[in-house]
């Protein structure tokens, strides 16, 4: 089991940047992914960023590419995900998730430990 608890959403206004947090605990050793995913009020969660565990290798959802930077900081078993030039279109609920599988990191049923999700709101 692995569990994971995001901080740093928010409030801020369009060009404006924030970063999130997700502090995973338990049998992180076996994690291969760890991912960020958002969901708008009436949308489908959607893919936003992972990064592999151990090599950090990062992916991105082409629409925040450029803006958006995942990370993470092992002796913490932290992931960040900084969040620049921010957009209305971006206000969702995030969360963070991991993974002890090989699959597709941008598929959210790929990811079996998921956090409550932190509030973030670009306003215009």
């Known amino acids: 089991q692995v569990q994971v608890v995001e901080s740093g959403g928010g409030s801020v206004q369009a060009g404006g940047s924030l970063r999130l947090s997700c502090a995973a605990s338990?049998?992180?050793?076996?994690?291969?992914?760890m991912g960020w995913f958002r969901q708008a009020p009436g949308q489908e969660r959607e893919f936003v960023a992972a990064i592999t565990w151990s090599g950090g290798i990062p992916y991105y959802a082409d629409s925040v590419k450029g803006r958006f930077t995942i990370s993470r900081d092992n002796a913490k078993n932290t992931v960040y995900l900084q969040m620049n030039s921010l957009k209305p279109e971006d206000t969702a609920v995030y969360s963070c998730a991991a993974t002890i599988r090989r699959g597709s990191p941008t598929s959210p049923n790929e990811y079996d430990y998921w956090g409550q999700g932190t509030q973030v709101t670009v306003s215009s």
């Open positions: 338990g049998r992180t050793f076996s994690t291969y992914y």
